[in-house]
C-alpha cells in the first residue's frame, strides 16, 4: 500500500520507527481513562481522526481515551480548558490547521497559544487544494493567475469561512503570485461547493477530499494541490510548487498535552501513538477520511507548529485580517 509505504519513510527519516514499542518504565501509564479535547463539532473529518486514534490508544494501552468536543471560538475554548488542566497526560489537545490560524487571530486569550502547551505529534494532514467549476475557461493554476492579474479583483474565490485555513491559503496564494481575488466566505465547505458548481463564484480553496465527489462526478476541476508532494487520494493533480507557485498549505491534526508535562509522559503518548499509526487499519481508514498519516516526533511537531505559526502572522497582517474585537 502506497500510503503505508510513505508512513513508513516519513518514520524513518523521523527516527521514530526505534520507538515503536512502549517502554518498560512507561507502562504504568495511563493507570485511568485520559481525555482528549478536540474544538470541531462531532461528524467531521477531524473528529473521525481523533476518535479513530482514541480508539486504537485504548487497545495498545488498556484504557481507555474519551474524545470530547468543546466548540467555539477557533477551537480555543477547547484549547484553553486543556491549558489549564494538570500537566499529567491525562488531559490532552487536538489541535489542527485551524487552530493555528485562531492563535493568530485571538489576542485576548487566558493562555498562550504556544507556550501553554507541549507538542507531542502532528497526527496526520489533510491535502488542500485550488478547484474551479468543470465548465470554467480556467483550465491551469497559470491561467487563474493570467486572468487575475488581468482584471484584479475581478475573480472570486470562496473559502469556508473567515479567519479559518482555506481564507488563509487564498490569501496566501494572492501574496506569492502578485494578484487580487475577491474572498466570498462560506460557514463550511458544503455551502461553498454548491456556488462554485453552479457558477455564482469561479474559484474555490478547501480540502481535497471534500472536493473528490463532485471531481468524480465532472462538476469540478482541480488547478493544484497545496501540499509538498502530490495527494495519494488524486496523484494525477500537480502540486501549486509544481506549477512555480511555492504554496504550501495543508490541514491536520496534532496532539498537544499542558505545558510542564514530564516528559517520560510525552515519550509514552508519543509512542503509543506510532503503534497505532503504524497498522495497516489505521492507514487505510485515514485514507478513507482523506487523512494521510505523519505521527511525526514531539521535536518535529513543535518545529512545524511555530513554521504554521509565523506564516499566518506574515499573512494576516499582509491581507489585513482580523477578527471584531
Known sequence: MHSRRTFLKLAAT???????????WAQSFPSKPVKIILGLAPGASTDVGTRLLAQGLAEVT??????????????????????????????????????????????SLRFDPVKSFQPITQLNQFPSAI????????????NLIDRAKASPGSIAYASTGYGGQTHFAGEYFQMLTGTKLLHVPYKGGGPALQDVIAGRVPVIFVDLFTLMPQVKTGNLRVLAVTGARRAEIAPSVPTAIEQGVKLEITAWLGLFAPAGTPNRIIESL???VVTVARRDDFIR??????????????SQFAEFFQREIALYKKVAAAANIRLES
Open 62 to 107: 488498556g484504557q481507555s481515551f474519551i474524545v470530547e468536543n468543546r466548540t467555539g471560538a477557533g477551537s480555543t475554548i477547547a484549547a484553553a480548558a486543556v491549558a489549564a488542566s494538570p500537566a499529567d497526560g491525562y488531559t490532552l489537545f487536538m489541535g489542527t490547521g485551524s487552530y493555528a490560524t485562531s492563535a493568530v487571530l485571538y489576542h
Open 14 to 24: 523521523s527516527g521514530i520507527v526505534s520507538a515503536l514499542s512502549v517502554p518498560a
Open 270 to 272: 508519543h509512542s503509543s
Open 285 to 298: 481508514r485515514m485514507a478513507e477520511s482523506g487523512a494521510e498519516v505523519v505521527a511525526s516526533s514531539p
Open 131 to 142: 478547484a474551479v467549476d468543470a465548465k470554467s475557461d480556467i483550465h491551469t493554476l497559470q
